[in-house]
């Protein structure tokens, strides 16, 4: 049995709740912001323990980290709490996101921003890759129960909209990954846990708004967008995605007039050969471009 990573939930007590969401349309490459200082391991946070007990006793630089903003956990100077409604969104939905290790520490999250508009008993952010029944009692009991729904798309999955006007049991809870396309699809797949709730996907013709940030495709949306659109629907309430992309709308044109470019999405770099990179030798990463050259679905 493969050890098991350990497994963490960030609560309303955290002050900086774990980066954004597990949906499986996040990009794969991400700039870092302007002259930001190197991310230092978050104060407060476990190590992973293997083999660096040497390294315990050396000065730690977490001086270099800038002051963050303790509700947007933007920094300080960045903050982009004005964006973001005054009292937290009153929703029914319990929103639960699975965040790999990889993406709390990035620099440009859209999580916590979504953390910071949603009440703290409606959001919880778990952060892992390997989540079992008997470790993660909690989580598997979300899973197991017939309110629940993961966002996930693919053959199997239903379209939400669809799925909220046949359904017996009307949804309280939703679960959405977050990572890049390949690290959502390693713990979906991987976790036996994820295939117990209803498989449901948002169908939807919009192109992302996350522009800083290079996705596979111009419809591939940030874990934000997921969640915005997701709850929207579920909520019966359009404006809550409104108010849920403010502040990444935000996010993007501060970005952008401080000399972020905006990433044009891999699809249409192969399209028009400007892919700066030379081609894969994989022959599955390979395949996998050439079907985004031809606008297939992946
Ligand atoms: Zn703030």
Known sequence: MEPQEEARTLGASVPRPAGASGSPTRGE????EGSAAPV???AG???DGAGADGLWGLPVERAERRPECSRCSRPQKVCLCPYLPVYPLQISTHLYIIQHPAEESKVLRTVPLLAACLPPDKCTVKIGRRFSEER???LSTVCRDSGTLILYPGAEATNLEE??????????TIIIIDGTWSQAKDIFYKNSLFRLPKQVQLKTSICSQYVIRMQ?????LSTLECAAGALSILEKNKYIQEILLRPLQ?????????GAQIRLSKEYLLKNGLYPKPMPKNKRKLRKMELLMNSVKI
């Open 136 to 138: 993660d009692i909690e």
């Open 216 to 220: 596979p495709t111009s419809r591939c």
């Open 29 to 32: 490459e991400e700039r870092p």
């Open 163 to 172: 799925f909220i006007l046949d359904s017996p049991v009307y949804p309280s």
């Open 40 to 42: 230092a391991a978050p």
């Open 250 to 258: 935000a996010l993007c044109s501060f970005q952008l007039q401080h």
């Open 45 to 47: 946070e476990e190590g």
